[in-house]
């Protein structure tokens, strides 16, 4: 059963502390995107690799956020220090655009910051 | 760039009754469009998309939509709602060339039993 899959599910944190958060693709895809889901600005792509190169993190707030392809199967996204306004839930997902272009999503990390 | 614009941030509708979700996109290139679905807690699902050919496409749940280039749109319909159909709806946009996918607002779709 393919799937993307994203851990953790769920995380509390104090504001300043690391978070990372991991995705494993679906196998075989090249393509992965991180995106961020709030009740205000709803789905914001933040960025996104293709064959583990990064392709656009301009959707990013470079000072705390990074995010890397180790490898083809995991993808991270670090938010070093934190802040309650990163509270989000934040969705990996990956696609195979030579096959076809949609994008497969994972069930998301929902981070909390307090 | 590419965008996309849901008009109806929330639909209620009473069950058994038709709807209509409504996405107007933007690029001045030739796109791929999708419709998705959110259930509470999840993340998002594949209900439908338009890549070339017929303009009209389905999904195995009874919801259609309709590319149509020169309204720039690509509306999501049903005939008749069931309450399990209640979740968030979410269109997109890619370009051909290129991977990124821009996603609209979302439709919040409340069944009325």
């Known amino acids: 059963d393919a799937r993307v899959t994203q851990t953790p599910r769920h995380k509390v944190t104090e504001m300043g502390q690391e978070v990372t958060m991991r995705c494993q693709p679906i196998l075989g895809h090249n393509t992965v995107f991180w995106y961020r889901q709030t009740m205000m600005q709803g789905l914001e792509l933040l960025a996104y690799?293709?064959?583990?190169?990064?392709?656009?993190d301009s959707g990013m707030p470079k000072d705390r956020f990074s995010a890397e392809m180790p490898d083809a199967t995991l993808a991270t996204l670090k938010i070093q220090p934190s802040e309650p306004r990163d509270s989000a839930v934040y969705f990996c997902a990956s696609g195979l655009r030579e096959v076809t272009p949609e994008a497969f999503f994972g069930q998301g990390t929902r981070l909390t910051v307090v | 760039a590419q965008s996309v614009t849901q008009l109806d941030s929330q639909v209620p509708v009473f069950e058994e009754a038709p709807v209509e979700l409504r996405c107007n996109y933007s690029s001045s290139v030739s796109v791929y469009l999708f419709w998705y679905v959110q259930y509470p807690n999840q993340g998002l699902q594949l209900l439908l998309k338009?890549?070339?050919?017929?303009?009209l496409v389905e999904s195995i749940n009874g919801f259609e939509a309709e590319f149509n280039k020169s309204q720039t749109s690509f509306h999501l319909r049903k005939p008749s709602v069931h309450i399990s159909d209640t979740a968030e709806y979410f269109c997109a946009v890619s370009v051909f060339g290129n991977e990124k996918l821009t996603f609209g607002t979302g439709t919040r779709l409340t069944i009325i039993p």
């Open positions: 690799f293709r064959n583990r190169a990064p392709l656009d």
């Open positions: 338009y890549l070339s050919g017929s303009t």
